[in-house]
């Protein structure tokens, strides 16, 4: 109900320019370069400091991962710089305990600022532009028509009247997965506690420290007031309203909960030592909202056309927000998106992700991902076994160790005759050549030189039929799909100027019906653009994914095996 509401006003205010992709570092350096200038602009201050920050290594994998985001970070155009142990201590002088450290990386563009000062910035900049926002609104619902078979947003009614639009975000930060449900749109993110304490002044604690992560202890600091904010991502977070957030919660806390904060006050106190003596000022418990994946939500609805959503930024909104907003403004003004934003774009989940207990059990181990080591090929712990294909139980029984992917439970590789424990993944995380490697090289072997069966099933699957099928097919993929019945086709489904929206197969199984087989986790996306590309046509598209398994038989011997099973000599 006012701008600066919500999460913002409590929010630490770290302003962080290197992320874990390269659309989300794309779009946090905006906002870095815009919180620069915004008080010149404006005329209202941001407490914007271009302090920089200190990310510490206790280990070497740590480093490691250091190592790379300094890499990534430089391919970007970002300064970053990897130090030495009795470097990081100057950067924080006379406080920070470094004996211990492999090192640091220094990242001299990033920063803090105000996050209350910054959204009431944003909005006087936008008032001085013509903007007219009126606080004090509750919104009661989000209305639609339907056009050419497809819902549409027109318009918001309000604790103050209706107002018509032809486009409507839900920038409604946790609040948003509770508005969209209203009309049949998923917003998969969970609120969850998170911490952070601010001291009395210390002694040290300069206006120049930079921002300070020692995530193997979970924790950031920053210098507030003459005084440290300590704050973290606890291995195991707790999620909290999984049915809805309150409606008057947008200036309140949450009690005290030093038994949650515990593990990052440790932490904290064996990095810096002069905390043991501080006096705590304020302890805030401030919920944040976060997403099952750790990227936020951007972009338009597939339920609902002119439906835009900006949320669940995982405690990452200040620095994400400009960004964010451009991207969405050249989005909602160019009708499509103007970069890849797939890493954040809403098309990504399924229905199972507006699950709440999938939300919940998702929740307490995705908050806890921000610090914990991002090893390569990661797979997600909670929430499985959500999508198995018919085979499952038998592959299992065969020593598969399972991925998962949209929701989809995939056999990674396997281990013959091993136990549950040895199949655990977490055996498996290095940054060195990883332990499956031999297993998967013996399938490889075994498929070039014999043959192989793959379970295939999590892969999307549409059927497109209708009287104005084939002129539809024609129009939207690259390949003449003309073609006999029973003929597989190989293309490419693209867009209005000739670009790839998905690599696909389409087989011709009558005349005037088309099954079309695609990415995994592009089901809603590829849905969502073919159903959009219809216009008047007489057409349908129909999600068969689950309705069909799939096996793909490869290898030299793979007519061999299929001829063993099939009657047909072909």
């Known amino acids: 109900r006012r701008v600066h509401g919500g999460t913002t006003w409590h929010a630490a205010g770290l302003i962080g320019t290197s992320r874990s992709n390269s659309t989300q570092t794309k779009l946090s350096i905006v906002g870095a370069k815009m919180y620069g200038q915004l008080e010149q602009?404006?005329?209202?201050?941001?407490?914007?400091k271009k302090c920089g920050s200190l990310t510490l290594a206790r280990t070497d994998d740590r480093m490691i991962a250091l190592q790379r985001t300094a890499s990534r970070s430089r391919s970007f155009g970002l300064?970053?710089?990897?130090?030495?142990?009795?470097?990081?201590?100057?950067?924080?002088?006379?406080?920070?305990?470094?004996?211990?450290?492999?090192?640091?990386?220094?990242?001299?563009?990033?920063?803090s600022a105000s996050p209350t000062d910054i959204a009431m910035s944003l909005a006087s900049g936008a008032r001085q532009k013509g903007v007219k926002i009126i606080e004090g609104v509750r919104v009661e619902e989000i209305q639609t028509a339907v056009s050419n078979n497809r819902k549409k947003a027109v318009g918001v009614k309000t604790?103050?009247?209706?107002i018509s639009a032809e486009k409507v975000v839900i920038c409604a930060g946790q609040w948003s997965r509770q508005i969209a449900e209203t009309i049949g749109v998923r917003v998969p993110l969970h609120s969850?506690?998170?911490?952070?304490?601010?001291?009395k002044p210390i002694k040290g604690a300069s206006l120049d420290l930079p921002v300070l992560r020692d995530p193997d202890a979970y924790i950031y600091m920053r210098e507030w007031s003459g005084g440290l904010c300590v704050g973290g991502?606890?291995?195991?977070?707790l999620p909290i309203w999984s049915d809805k957030v309150p409606q008057d919660f947008a200036f309140s806390l949450l009690p005290d909960n030093w038994?949650?904060?515990?593990?990052?006050?440790?932490?904290a106190l064996e990095r810096i030592p002069v905390l043991a003596d501080a006096e705590i000022r304020q302890f805030v418990n401030g919920p944040e909202s976060?997403?099952?994946?750790?990227?936020?939500?951007?972009?338009?609805?597939p339920e609902v056309d002119?439906?835009?959503?900006?949320?669940?930024?995982?405690?990452?909104?200040?620095?994400s927000a400009g960004g964010a907003g451009l991207a969405l403004a050249e989005w909602i003004i160019e009708g499509k998106p103007t970069m890849d934003l797939w890493p954040v774009d809403i098309r990504r989940f399924a229905d199972f992700a507006q699950n709440r207990r999938f939300l919940r059990e998702r929740t307490a181990e995705s908050l806890g991902l921000h610090y914990r080591l991002p090893w390569p090929r990661y797979e997600f712990e909670t929430a499985r076994k959500l999508r198995c294909s018919p085979l499952y139980d038998r592959l299992a029984s065969k020593g598969a160790v399972f991925g998962q992917k949209f929701g989809w439970e995939r056999v990674s590789f396997y281990m013959p005759n091993s136990t549950p424990e040895q199949r655990d993944m977490n055996n498996f995380y290095t940054y060195g050549t990883p332990k499956w490697m031999p297993m998967v090289r013996d399938e490889i072997n075994n498929t070039r030189n014999n043959v192989s069966v793959f379970d295939q099933s999590s892969f999307s699957k549409f059927i497109i039929q209708g009287k104005d099928a084939l002129q539809y097919v024609q129009k939207i993929f690259a390949a003449n799909m003309d073609v006999p019945e029973g003929k597989l086709v190989y293309t490419g489904m693209l867009n209005e100027n000739g670009g790839y929206e998905s690599d696909v197969t389409v087989t011709r199984v009558a005349q005037n019906k088309f099954y079309v087989v695609s990415p995994t986790s592009q089901a809603v996306r590829d849905l969502n653009w073919l159903e959009k590309n219809i216009g008047d046509l007489f057409v349908t598209v129909a999600d068969v994914t689950s309705a069909y398994c799939v096996l793909g038989v490869m290898g030299p011997k793979s007519r061999e095996l299929l001829q063993s099973v099939s009657r047909e000599d072909e």
């Open 159 to 162: 604790s103050r009247g209706t």
């Open 290 to 301: 976060f997403t099952t994946d750790t990227n936020y939500i951007l972009g338009e609805t």
């Open 79 to 111: 300064p970053a710089e990897i130090i030495s142990p009795e470097e990081c201590g100057k950067k924080w002088p006379g406080l920070l305990k470094w004996d211990d450290l492999k090192g640091g990386l220094w990242l001299p563009e990033d920063g």
């Open 41 to 48: 602009e404006t005329g209202f201050a941001t407490g914007y």
């Open 306 to 319: 002119g439906l835009f959503v900006s949320a669940g930024f995982n405690s990452s909104g200040i620095a």
């Open 259 to 267: 038994d949650q904060f515990d593990i990052l006050f440790r932490g």
């Open 192 to 199: 969850a506690e998170h911490y952070y304490i601010i001291t």
């Open 233 to 237: 991502f606890e291995p195991k977070a």
